[in-house]
C-alpha cells in the first residue's frame, strides 16, 4: 500500500507562514487527486486544498483562498501545501489524502483510499 509522509507543522506566530509536505512512497493510477484535509480538536476533517499530479485541477476552501497554494512535484512524489498569513483559527492537524477519482468532489474525504498520519499546525496569537 502507498505512504503518505506529511511533515513541515510547527509552532508559528500569527501572520506567520508554513510549507507542509505530503511525500509518497510511490504514485500510482490510484493517486490521481491529492488533498489537504484538516482535523482541529472536537471537529470534523475539512477539506483545505486539492490537486491534480499535473497541477492542471486545483480547488482551495474558501477559508485559505488567497492566501494558500498547493503545488505538486512529480519527480519527487511530493505535493506541497504552502500557508501565509496564518491565523489561530488555522490551528489543526494537517492530513494528506489520495483519492483514484473524487468525482469532483473534492471536500469529501470519504473518496479519498490513503491518508497519511498528519502533521500538527500551531498559530499563536
Known amino acids: 500500500q502507498v505512504r503518505l509522509v506529511e511533515s513541515g507543522g510547527g509552532l508559528v506566530q500569527a501572520g506567520g507562514s508554513l510549507r507542509l509536505s505530503c511525500a509518497a512512497s510511490?504514485?500510482?493510477?490510484?493517486?490521481?487527486?491529492m488533498s489537504w484535509f484538516r482535523q482541529a480538536p472536537r471537529k470534523d476533517r475539512v477539506f483545505v486544498a486539492g490537486?491534480?499530479?499535473?497541477?492542471?485541477?486545483?480547488a482551495y476552501a474558501d477559508s485559505v483562498k488567497g492566501r494558500s497554494t498547493i503545488s505538486a512535484d512529480k519527480a519527487k512524489n511530493t505535493v506541497y501545501l504552502q500557508l501565509n498569513n496564518l491565523k489561530p483559527d488555522d490551528t489543526a492537524v494537517y492530513y494528506c489524502g489520495s483519492s483514484r477519482s473524487i468525482g469532483g468532489e473534492w471536500d469529501r474525504p470519504s473518496q479519498y483510499e490513503n491518508w497519511g498520519q498528519g502533521t500538527q499546525v500551531t498559530v499563536s496569537s
Open positions: 510511490e504514485r500510482t493510477d490510484s493517486m490521481n487527486v
Open positions: 490537486t491534480t499530479w499535473s497541477g492542471g485541477s486545483t
